[in-house]
């Protein structure tokens, strides 16, 4: 629909969930539509998710740029152009840097495989287990300067059992984001999250256009 909110999708890999926002998107009365799905390289599995799906796709990468900041700016010249309501990081595996997200600010959003501020970084998972956690889970949070760090928007709690390995633990926590997350984008999409300091309101639509 032409005022459907656009939504652009950053990947690294297999893409799962991008897949549970091209459905989300699929659904009638969904309200939002995935314009275009970015990756940093070309053999990410998420890139064929988006071609099934009749996605525009592009890959920007690293190697292609002299250094990191270059980076950011292709890429943020390239998600611009598909003018988007809210950007969604699905397993996207780069540090965003401030030109990136200033471009984009209080609409990029990130799920996280842990309960943040706990276990931070790219092994949440492994992490929790050697931890000894009892209890673990997944955040989606807006995106800041810093990495995993800012404000959360959802959190699921998803218990440790006997048993578990990395592979098994993290296949329930991403039943849990594929839940959440097309949530979270469609509300950022909408203009119906707040951020106050470290803290993401969400109101109702009615309070939008004040």
Known sequence: ????????????????NLQALLDAAA?????????LVGADRPGAFGLERARRAGVDTAVVRPADHPDRPSFDLALRDVVAAARPDV???AGF???????????????ILNTHPSLLPAFRGAHAVRDALAYGVKVTGCTVHLVDEQVDHGPVLFQAAVPVEPGDDEDRLHGRIKQEEHRLLPLAVRLVAEGRVRVEGRRARIVAAEEVAR
């Open 87 to 89: 950007v969604c990081l």
């Open 27 to 35: 659904e009638r009365g969904s309200g939002m539509t995935v314009v």
């Open 1 to 16: 629909m032409a005022d459907d909110k656009r939504v652009v999708v950053l990947v690294s890999g297999h893409g799962s």
């Open 93 to 107: 595996m780069r540090i965003l840097g401030p030109a990136f997200v200033g471009a984009f600010s209080d609409r």
